[in-house]
């Protein structure tokens, strides 16, 4: 897709900028197009290809100005490099430029754009095809210009592009290792099972448990497996992260680009006062139905969402810092809470739910330590998985989640960015399970958020999502529920299953 901007703007002045003025401006308006507009732009580009005035007149206090470019020197970028040039010209004669109005906006596409590339989107008003691309007619301001939301918009629509482009392939998927095969122990869906047993029985909430002893010895089972085989001998240390996340880090992290549909979002009262809130509660007392549409309109928000990825609310505890070299890297993890994803009908048993429990490993540093981490995770992994838990398994390369999230499909241009997925077999459906994962996350998040480190280098992270939810599925799945046929240590870990209810 080739791209064209015009636009039309008047520099504001302080005073009527007077007719001697007019020899110094067009001198000015030279100088921009054949010196300063060049600058930074490849000697191949095309003068067409490079931002120009095309135009320009007085009306009482206001510069009108016609801009076009190509790709290079962009028109709105053109702008604002004239104002600098021509406020100490019109300096001379006591003007000052006092701010820009922008009377229109054009962005023209040229080559095949899908129309459904350019649903509605924000400032577009209007769009126009023809048999050579298309022309986007645009409202905004200059602050809109400021914040480079033409540039935002064309790459919005070259990422719908591609992404439709993709559609139909399937989703990066490359075997990295398979483990021995292992006797099935038992056929059935383990979840049903659970239920059966009383270990578990649905929340009040969709997609919700509430796990009886049972289970949870089989979770704590894991978790002390994942602690003292690979969180400690790999020297990680526990924090707490937020499990409430605000806008303000989905926008860093680069959720707020396309996680909306799984979101459970969360609101805050407009106020604390009870006298704004007792006929909602008066309502309930008198009805026995609590008034939904009523606290709709009591509520503010939503400010953000319940926790969706475990790490993105870690990231304001090293936001805009600068990290010492002796620190790094940084090995943290934390288990301190659920995470909660709307899964709509997809909902599965224990390992798909909305309501889920996961211990996040997250580390940080320079790309090698981060990739080191990263493989040696995985080597920790697959010991525990072939010799702890003697799982049937697979990993494999996947799209990173966040290349899949943000529309940047395709492979990484960097082989050690990107996710590795670990998936269990079931056998009561042949299927395969993904129970976690290891994402090498290149500079995303430090750049998101700001952080440094002390050598200057780039600075990397990686995480690995462990679901005791997926681990505990895929383990029942496999092996059943004679803890006879377990691995001696699970079954030890786990011991004998407390019963602690008795139904009448
Ligand atoms: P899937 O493709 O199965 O939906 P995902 O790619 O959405 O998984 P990630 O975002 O990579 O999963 O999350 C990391 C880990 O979190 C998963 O490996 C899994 O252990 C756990 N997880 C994710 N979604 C759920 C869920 N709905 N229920 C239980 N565990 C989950
Ligand atoms: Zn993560
Ligand atoms: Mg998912």
């Not at 054949?34 to 120009?52: H, L, M």
């Not at 919005?156 to 006797?183: F, T, V």
């Not at 085989?229 to 992290?253: A, D, N, Q, T, Y």
């Amino acid at each position: 897709m080739y791209v064209r901007f015009s636009l039309n703007a008047d520099l504001l002045t302080s005073g009527d900028i007077p007719g001697e003025a007019a020899a110094a401006i067009e001198q000015a308006v030279q100088e921009a197009n054949e010196t300063s507009f060049r600058r930074g732009v490849p000697k191949e580009a095309q003068p067409d290809d490079i931002g120009r005035i095309t135009g320009w007149s007085v009306e009482g206090n206001a510069l009108r100005l016609s801009i076009a470019s190509g790709p290079y020197t962009r028109a709105h970028d053109a702008l604002f490099r004239f104002r600098k040039s021509i406020a100490s010209v019109l300096g001379r004669h006591r003007i000052g430029v006092r701010g820009i109005e922008v009377t229109g906006f054009t962005i023209r596409l040229e080559g095949s754009v899908e129309p459904a590339a350019i649903p509605r989107l924000p400032m577009i008003q209007e769009t126009a095809f023809d048999e050579n691309g298309v022309l986007l007619s645009l409202t905004l301001n200059a602050a809109d210009l400021e914040n480079k939301v033409p540039d935002r918009l064309v790459r919005l629509i070259e990422e719908k592009a591609e992404a439709m482009a993709y559609g139909g392939k399937a989703e990066h998927w490359e075997l990295i290792y398979e483990s021995p095969r292992q006797p099935p122990r038992f056929d059935r869906d383990p979840t049903e099972e659970m239920v059966k047993k009383g270990w578990i029985k649905h929340g009040a909430a969709r997609g919700q448990w509430i796990y009886g002893p049972q289970a949870v010895q089989l979770f704590r089972a894991f978790e002390t497996i994942v602690l003292e085989e690979i969180i400690r001998p790999l020297g990680f240390s526990e924090m707490v992260f937020p499990k409430l996340v605000p806008w303000e880090v989905w926008k860093r992290s680069g959720h707020a680009k396309g996680v909306y549909p799984e979101i459970y979002y969360v609101c805050t009262p407009k106020t604390r006062d009870p006298a704004y809130w007792e006929d909602v509660a008066d309502y309930f007392k008198v009805t026995g139905e609590v008034p939904v549409e009523m606290i709709r309109d009591r509520i503010d928000g939503p400010i953000g969402g319940m926790c969706y990825a475990q790490c993105p609310p870690f990231w304001p505890f090293v936001q805009g810092e600068t990290l010492a070299t002796d620190c790094l890297p940084i090995h943290v993890f934390d288990r301190s809470g659920t995470s909660h994803r709307y899964e709509s009908g997809g909902i599965h048993g224990i390992e798909r739910v909305d309501e889920f429990h996961r211990i996040e490993v997250l580390w940080l540093g320079t790309a090698e330590q981060t990739v080191d981490t990263a493989d040696r995770l995985h080597a920790a992994y697959t010991r525990v998985f072939d010799d702890l838990l003697e799982l049937e398994w697979r990993c494999a390369r996947v799209t990173p989640w966040f290349m899949a999230q943000e529309g940047l499909v395709g492979v990484s241009e960097n082989e050690q960015i990107g996710t590795r997925d670990y998936e269990a077999v079931l056998p009561y459906s042949g299927g395969w399970l993904e129970f976690q994962n290891v994402s090498v996350n290149g500079n995303k998040y430090p750049k998101g958020f700001n952080v440094k480190i002390q050598s200057g280098a780039d600075c990397w992270s990686g995480c690995s999502g462990i679901g005791l939810e997926r681990w505990t599925a895929a383990f029942l799945a496999q092996k059943g529920f004679d803890m006879a046929d377990w691995p001696d240590r699970v079954a030890e870990l786990v011991g004998e299953p407390k019963e602690i209810f008795r139904f009448l």
